[in-house]
């Protein structure tokens, strides 16, 4: 299993919005980094969600669910989704601030690259994030 961490804007697309679906594609990804994570992605890794721009928050836990296929939002072949299942939302979020003050998480991908949309997260980091949502 690979853990992963996703992002979206919450106003565009939140959480929420999965947890309602029930299950969705993870579309409009259009960098080139993001999709080959996209296209490593495995039906059982999870990813961390998390909500950009104002929140800037790890708040859920997200299943994948498919191998990659083809991106319905356009007709270019060089852009792929996967579909993701609500796993579980986190006890409390996660702010960027407290993953930037964690000494344990300075090689994470999210304090490097931010700007990464879809990034991979070493199996110690997801640990990490799950027990500073449970504090």
């Given at each position: 299993?690979?853990?992963?961490?996703?992002?979206?804007?919450?106003?565009?697309?939140?959480?929420?919005?999965?947890?309602?679906?029930?299950?969705?594609?993870?579309?409009?990804?259009?960098?080139?980094?993001?999709r080959n994570n996209i296209k490593a992605m495995k039906p059982g890794d999870l990813a961390l969600f998390y909500h950009?721009?104002?929140?800037?928050?790890?708040?859920?836990?997200?299943?994948?669910?498919?191998?990659?296929?083809?991106?319905?939002?356009?007709?270019?072949?060089?852009?792929?989704?996967?579909?993701?299942?609500?796993?579980?939302?986190?006890?409390?979020?996660?702010?960027?601030?407290?993953?930037?003050?964690?000494?344990?998480?300075?090689?994470?991908?999210?304090?490097?690259?931010?700007?990464?949309?879809?990034?991979?997260?070493?199996?110690?980091?997801?640990?990490?994030?799950?027990?500073?949502?449970?504090?």
């Open positions: 299993m690979n853990y992963w961490l996703i992002k979206s804007e919450p106003n565009t697309y939140s959480w929420d919005d999965l947890v309602k679906l029930g299950k969705d594609h993870w579309d409009g990804v259009r960098n080139y980094q993001a950009s721009v104002n929140e800037k928050s790890i708040v859920g836990i997200a299943e994948c669910v498919s191998d990659f296929y083809q991106d319905p939002t356009t007709e270019d072949d060089r852009w792929v989704v996967v579909d993701f299942v609500p796993k579980n939302k986190l006890k409390n979020p996660v702010t960027l601030e407290q993953v930037k003050s964690d000494a344990r998480l300075s090689d994470m991908v999210l304090v490097n690259n931010s700007r990464l949309s879809v990034q991979p997260v070493k199996k110690e980091e997801f640990d990490i994030i799950l027990a500073i949502s449970e504090s």
